[in-house]
C-alpha cells in the first residue's frame, strides 16, 4: 500500500507522460497529413474521453457516496428522500458548494474538493483510461469530476429516471471554471491547503 503523498505523485506522474504521450502523437499526426482538421479531432479525443469516463464514474459513485438511498427497511420515499438531500447540497448560493466538503477526521475542519465521490471520479477517470503513471497534476481532473458530480447530482434532482442532461464542456463549462478559480485563487495561494 502506498502512502497518500505518494499516491498522488505516482498519478501526478502518469497523467503528465499521458498527456504528453497524446500531444506528441497529434504532433506527428499534423506533420503526416499537414491537415488542421486531424490535429484538433485528434486533440478533442482524450478530453471526450475524459468527460465521458467522469459522467460514467460520477453515476455510478453518487448514490452512496451522498448517501441518497434510504435503508431498505425504512418508510421513507426514495425519491422523496433523494430530492431533500441532492436540494440541500447543490441549493445553495454559496461557493464551493456543499457536495464537494468532506470533513476531516483530525483537525474536524471542512476541506474542500476532498468529499470521497469527487475523489472516486477523479481515481475512476485515471484508472479506466491508464493514466495512472502520466498524471502530474490533478487541478484539470479535480475540476472536471465537480462538473461531472453536479451534472450527474442534477438528472437525479428531479426524481424522474428519465431525465437527460448531457454532461458536455459547453453547459457545465461554468462549474469547471469556478472550481478552477477556487484552486488558482484560494488553494495554491494557502502554502498548508496547497500541499494537501
Given amino acids: 500500500m502506498m502512502m497518500p503523498l505518494e499516491r498522488e505523485d505516482w498519478i501526478q506522474v502518469a497523467l503528465a507522460d499521458a498527456v504528453q504521450e497524446c500531444l506528441e502523437r497529434v504532433h506527428i499526426q499534423a506533420l503526416r497529413s499537414n491537415s488542421a482538421k486531424s490535429v484538433k479531432d485528434e486533440l478533442k479525443a482524450p478530453f471526450d474521453l475524459i468527460m465521458e469516463t467522469a459522467d460514467e464514474v460520477a453515476s455510478i459513485v453518487i448514490d452512496r ?8 427497511w425504512s418508510n421513507i420515499l426514495e425519491v422523496k428522500s433523494r430530492q431533500g438531500k441532492i436540494g440541500a447540497l447543490i441549493n445553495d448560493t454559496m461557493w464551493p458548494l456543499k457536495f464537494i466538503y468532506k470533513k ?4 474536524g475542519q471542512w476541506m474542500v474538493f476532498e468529499h470521497n465521490a469527487i475523489l472516486d471520479v477523479v481515481l475512476g477517470i485515471v484508472w479506466k483510461l491508464k493514466y495512472l503513471l502520466n498524471v502530474t497534476d490533478l487541478h484539470n481532473l479535480y475540476c472536471t469530476a465537480v462538473a461531472a458530480v453536479y451534472c450527474v447530482l442534477l438528472r437525479l434532482s428531479s426524481g424522474k429516471l428519465n431525465r437527460t442532461i448531457l454532461f458536455t464542456s459547453k453547459a457545465f463549462r461554468f462549474m469547471y471554471d469556478i472550481s478552477m478559480k477556487h484552486i488558482t485563487d484560494v488553494i495554491e495561494k494557502d502554502s498548508v491547503l496547497g500541499k494537501r
Fill in 65 to 72: 457516496g451522498y448517501d441518497l438511498c434510504p435503508l431498505l
Fill in 104 to 107: 476531516d477526521e483530525t483537525t
